[in-house]
Each structure stands twice: as structure tokens, then as C-alpha cells.
């Protein structure tokens, strides 16, 4: 039996017959015998490592999507490294040069700037697949799998339209980012839609900035009715500050948030959601990053193409601070292609 027999079968076992595949298999087992990683890598095998660059772990949402992106990756026999940008573009570029000079076979990206010309620029110059979580990169075919945050902010605020509420806030932050902008959009479609004032207070970074918006909107002319928050944190910090003020919630004023979060369903009162498939998110993902990677080992090379952008459904969750009564809380499937 030759040593590229052998080598054949260290790596896959490509074009090796299924007697041979496991005679060698038996022998390797039986030596104890474990590939040098490092000494494969020089020579410019896998490394059977992925990286991925999110904006922060601490983020129920990105730990989520994280996990799942772990899973296909161990379930493809590679290590995922993890790090994160906190939204910066400068550590971005720190992140990415570091990945790519360990030579990561492939990478999962949740952009800082999906504008940005600088990124689709330096993806174009790395020699390894990369597919973008969450949001896409503008003007490029890089793979991307998002959610469709448009629609999902249309039915959250008809929902509270749909309750009968006329002063409708959108509390949010970050609004450069490209969900926030798409939920923002969302709200706004609905409420021009139907004929009602659009309200945006963009200040929400903390508690402090959600409690200072909070109290300057309800000691205003036109105090709001209801709230629609785009992103958890930023749900948690107003219902937060609407229990300290004694605000009663849905009676005074009524709050639907943008993402699920762990106790939205066990506070009081519950808090009614636009929930993303983050699980789904991160799988299809990773799962599109191995596909491109097998490919490239069958020699065929990376297939960026649009086709691989993934819009993914979101569902409308129905709980108490909306205004839902105990028997109709449930849940809603929206509709949305890929």
C-alpha cells in the first residue's frame, strides 16, 4: 500500500475504496497515530479552524447564533474561534488580519458597517470563503444570512396599531446600524401607513439614556400610548424604567420589542416580541461556510453568488404588555422568501 493510499485517506479519504479506507483506518488506530496540524498547515492542508467576528458575546443574540455556528463546525470536524468588534470597524480589520494570518479555513462575519467600502474590498483579497450573519455587506456577493427585520417591524407596530394606540414611540439606538435602519423603516411604513405621527427617540444606549427619553416623551405635549423597541436591551431598559416611574404596563402605556430574550415571558408583565430564528441564523450560516469549503476541496472554488442570500422569517409573540388578554397570547409566523 502506498504512502499516498495513506495520505488519501488521513485527508477524507478521497478516492480511496471502502476495504482500504478502513483497513488503513484500523492500522492508524491501532499506532495511535494523530496527524501534526501544524506541519499540514505548511504544506497547505486545513487547518480546520473557522473564525467568527461578532459584535459582543454578551449579547443573548450573538451567544445564541454563536452556539449554533459551533455546532455545524464541530460537527465538521473544526474549531471555531470567537472574537468581537463591539461595532468598531477598526477592530474588525484587527480581527480579520489576525484570523487570516492563522490561516482560518473560512469566515462568519456579523459586519460593523454593512456599508463600509473598505470590507467587501478586503474580503475580496483573502483566499478564504466568508459568509456574513445578521447583516449583509452592501454592493458585494458575499453569502449572507439575515432576517427580514422590515416586515418584522411592520407587523410588530400594526400589532400595536391593531390595539388601537395612536402615539406610537419607536425607542431605539445604534441607528447606523443596518437592522436597527431596517426596523426603523418597518415602523415608519406602518404608522404612515396608517395615517398616525412617526415618533423616533434614537438616544438609547444605557438605562440612564432610557430613562432620560422615557420621561422627557411622557411629560410632552404628545405623550406616547404604546412603544416599540428595536433591539432586547433596549426593551429591558424601557420596561425597566417604566416599573420605576409606576407607568402601568399595558393599561397607561403599551411596549412591544424587536428580539426574544430569556424572562420576557416570565416578568410581569410579559413582555409581547418580534422574535428572530437566531438558532436558524447561525446554522444556515455556518452551514453555507463548510458547503463553499467543501467545494473548494473538490476543486470546483467558492460560489458567492446572490442566490446565497438567506432572508429569514421572524414571528410576532404575543404576550401581556401589548395589550393581549391571557387567551389570545401566542404566537405569529410571518411569512418572508429566502
Given at each position: ?178 437592522t436597527i435602519r431596517e426596523r426603523m423603516r418597518g415602523y415608519r411604513k406602518a404608522v404612515e401607513t396608517a395615517h398616525l405621527p412617526c415618533t423616533f427617540e434614537t438616544t438609547v444606549k444605557d438605562y440612564k439614556s432610557a430613562e432620560y427619553a422615557i420621561k422627557s416623551l411622557l411629560d410632552g405635549p404628545n405623550p406616547p400610548d404604546a412603544i416599540f423597541a428595536t433591539k432586547n436591551s433596549t426593551t429591558i431598559f424601557a420596561i425597566e424604567v417604566l ?96
Amino acid at each position: 500500500m502506498g504512502t499516498t493510499t495513506v495520505s488519501r485517506v488521513i485527508n477524507g479519504g478521497d478516492r480511496v475504496s471502502p476495504e482500504t479506507l478502513e483497513r488503513v483506518r484500523r492500522v492508524i488506530q491501532m499506532l495511535g497515530y494523530t496527524p501534526n496540524q501544524a506541519a499540514r498547515t505548511l504544506k497547505g492542508h486545513r487547518t480546520k479552524t473557522i473564525g467568527l467576528i461578532i459584535p459582543s458575546i454578551a449579547d443573548p443574540f450573538f451567544s445564541n447564533l454563536a452556539e449554533a455556528a459551533q455546532g455545524v463546525a464541530r460537527a465538521n470536524d473544526s474549531l471555531m474561534i470567537v472574537v468581537t468588534t463591539s461595532n468598531d470597524p477598526r477592530t474588525e480589520m484587527e480581527n480579520l488580519d489576525v484570523l487570516v494570518r492563522h490561516r482560518a479555513d473560512g469566515l462568519l462575519i456579523v459586519p460593523a458597517n454593512s456599508q463600509s467600502q473598505m470590507l467587501p474590498s478586503l474580503i475580496d483579497r483573502i483566499a478564504v470563503p466568508v459568509v456574513a450573519i445578521d447583516r449583509p455587506v452592501a454592493q458585494s456577493s458575499i453569502p449572507s444570512v439575515v432576517c427580514d427585520n422590515f416586515r418584522g417591524a411592520i407587523t410588530g407596530t400594526q400589532h400595536l396599531i391593531d390595539h388601537g394606540y395612536k402615539q406610537i414611540v419607536c425607542l431605539t439606538g445604534e441607528s447606523t446600524l443596518y437592522t436597527i435602519r431596517e426596523r426603523m423603516r418597518g415602523y415608519r411604513k406602518a404608522v404612515e401607513t396608517a395615517h398616525l405621527p412617526c415618533t423616533f427617540e434614537t438616544t438609547v444606549k444605557d438605562y440612564k439614556s432610557a430613562e432620560y427619553a422615557i420621561k422627557s416623551l411622557l411629560d410632552g405635549p404628545n405623550p406616547p400610548d404604546a412603544i416599540f423597541a428595536t433591539k432586547n436591551s433596549t426593551t429591558i431598559f424601557a420596561i425597566e424604567v417604566l416599573q420605576a416611574l409606576n407607568v402601568p404596563v399595558p393599561q397607561s402605556i403599551a411596549l412591544l420589542g424587536f428580539d426574544d430574550f430569556e424572562l420576557a415571558s416570565t416578568v410581569r408583565p410579559s413582555i409581547s416580541v418580534i422574535q428572530q430564528p437566531v438558532e436558524e441564523i447561525g446554522r444556515r450560516a455556518a452551514e453555507i461556510l463548510f458547503d463553499q469549503l467543501l467545494e473548494e476541496r473538490k476543486g470546483n472554488g467558492a460560489n458567492p453568488d446572490h442566490s446565497l442570500h438567506v432572508k429569514l422569517q421572524t414571528r410576532l409573540i404575543r404576550r401581556s404588555s401589548c395589550g393581549c388578554t391571557p387567551n389570545q397570547a401566542g404566537e405569529l409566523r410571518l411569512t418572508s422568501a429566502d
